[in-house]
């Protein structure tokens, strides 16, 4: 399964898909702080809560306008997860075509 990480600045946003199936989600506070260990702790706590075990998740992509909490998140996927993270930002290059349309501005 894929363990997407949506970072925003006030909270995390963990979902985990079974192919576009979405098969679980959690919503957390941004601690910038974070260490890799308190990442995976709290990560274990939401995954119990579930019955899930950690094996499940075979990729996971991070999405992320908190720089701060990169580092530990980065490493908390490869030390307890085992899966190499995938960063998405600006300039990545994936096979999702983005379309965005312009606001129009007032004259």
Do not use: Q
């Not at 898909?17 to 709290?42: I, K």
């Not at 530990?72 to 995938?86: D, K, M």
């Amino acid at each position: 399964m894929l363990l997407a990480v949506d970072v925003g600045n006030t909270n995390v946003t963990f979902a985990l898909f079974d192919g576009e199936r979405l098969a679980a989600d959690w919503r957390v506070t941004s601690h910038r702080e974070r260490t890799a260990d308190e990442v995976a702790v709290e990560l274990r706590e939401l995954f119990d809560l579930r019955g899930l075990e950690f094996g499940i998740v075979t990729g996971v992509v991070i999405s992320s306008v908190v720089p701060n909490l990169n580092p530990a998140l980065l490493e908390a996927s490869r030390r307890y997860l085992h899966c190499e993270p995938v960063m998405v930002g600006p300039g990545v290059k994936t096979s999702v075509r983005v379309r965005a349309v312009p606001e129009s501005r007032p004259a």
